[in-house]
């Protein structure tokens, strides 16, 4: 086994003498959202850490503001021919992450230093300890976006927090301060921000100097009797997300959202003559216009929505290959 720490282009890895490994989302320019190359780098860097015996205790956080903004969001581009591999590539990376997290056989800590939206909330559950900063925040925007529970949560966060606080958050959509996860259980325990990682490397440089072994066994012994069952909760839950997200009520969530998160600059593309007729007709009735119109039509859209030329393409070949 090569002595290197892998170089990730969206992680940061750092390997301490005592054998503390510790994982950083490192894109907090973009709030460590999480873009196709950070799931590639997040199962490369978690399957490392399993695998290298050098490795004993592993922490998982972010560097910035935020633990994780989740997924990055962008419009499909629907005349991509590529597009339908490239899903599925992306969608069994996600996969295999978390089948990476439910076998992973050392100790492994959540830092949540800050906010945690997404998929990065619900593969907490599979940490061993979660410690989060005073200013951390936890949600799961699935049903603003058309998605469904994945991660686990659908099992996990019920046992977890308890029903109805977990429905709150998965069916709500509540974002929950780090007070109310302690409250709960879901966080161990909330420690200062001026010496966050501090803390957390003392405590973890405490746990590495613990038998390996007695380690191992006695996470197998808590552990062992549900991963196959949380490794057929995961499959379920990411064949149920994939079809979430190709249904034209998640494209059009998500192109919402990804408007209302940015400002976009008004398009400028006027509507040829023979679209102005339907202007009037698709400004009060977007739906209606969307499953009626062609490709040709994108012009219209952006005047209508200030949609940008490229997402307004997009979003009309996701509701002409769903008729």
Known sequence: MSDAVPQLETIAITLFPSGVAELAFNR?????ALSPQAYRDWLSAITWAANDDRVKVTILTGRGKYYTSGQELTMPDFSDENLPAELER???????????????????????????IGFGTTTLALCDVVYAAPDATFTTPFMKLGFCAEGCSSVLFPRIMGPSRANEMLLLGRTFTAKEMEDCGFVSRIIPKEN????????AEDASAFSPEAMRVTKDLIRENERKFLEQVNDVEMERLAERMASPDSLKSILKFVESSKKRKKAKLQPAPAQLKIFDQCKQNEDN???????SDYACLCKCYNYSVADAKGILLGYMSQR
């Open 90 to 116: 992306r969608q069994k990376t996600t996969h295999d992450v978390v089948q990476e997290m439910i076998r992973f056989p050392k100790l492994l800590i959540a830092a949540v230093n800050g906010p945690s």
């Open 196 to 203: 966050f990682r501090e803390q957390i490397l003392a405590i």
């Open 28 to 32: 907090p320019q973009r709030y460590n």
């Open 289 to 295: 216009y969307l499953k009626t119109c062609t490709q």
